[in-house]
């Protein structure tokens, strides 16, 4: 029987040209080793295995693996796709949750960390005055900001941004959860994917 709480662990995924381009359950991952669509790499020694040579490797017995009842099956760190040259777009989606990634949960106008309870999304043109809801119009403010600053523009309100809201330029495709990115994943993603803070 599988362990599903190993199942949901990540694994990095590679194009054909083994640029990395996203992450998957380690679930999928076997999925796609299982039927040819990938190959394991061990990021050691860059070598390459297709299932049945994958699961005929041994596992040390402090090892989380995979286990069914007949085997017991490394976890693929990193797969490198048989077909697929490509690259997904990087787009990163407009979203409350991203919103608070970029502004690291922190007022844009004071500076304060008041907790995300206290934190409110403001746009800087206000909507009564044609302001859209983009990466480029909307910021964190915490609840005394936001009040102060009502319908107004910044310095109508005499306030000042802590730096013009931009769209982030982090790759969405490759997050994963703080702790469950492998140091084996260094050598095939820069350091600037991670580099992005994370909320607790």
Known sequence: MFDSSVLS????????SWSAIATTSVRRALGLLFTGAAKVVQPDTYEV????????????????????????IKIPEVI?????????NPTVTFSRRNLYKRDRSTCQYCGKRPGSKELSIDHVVPRSRGGRTTWTNCVLACMRCNRRKASRLPAEAGLKLLKRP???KWTPILEAPIGRIR???????SDC??????ED
Not at 183 to 189: E, G, L, R, T, Y
């Open 9 to 16: 662990h990540q694994s990095l995924v590679l194009n054909r």
């Open 49 to 72: 295995h297709e299932f049945h040579t994958w699961t005929d490797l041994a596992v040390h017995p402090d090892e989380p693996c995979i286990r069914t009842v007949k085997l017991r």
């Open 80 to 88: 490198v796709l048989t077909h697929y040259g490509g690259m997904p």
């Open 166 to 168: 931009t769209r982030p």
């Open 183 to 189: 140091q084996s994943w260094d050598k095939f993603v």
């Open 193 to 198: 994917y991670w580099d992005v803070p994370l």
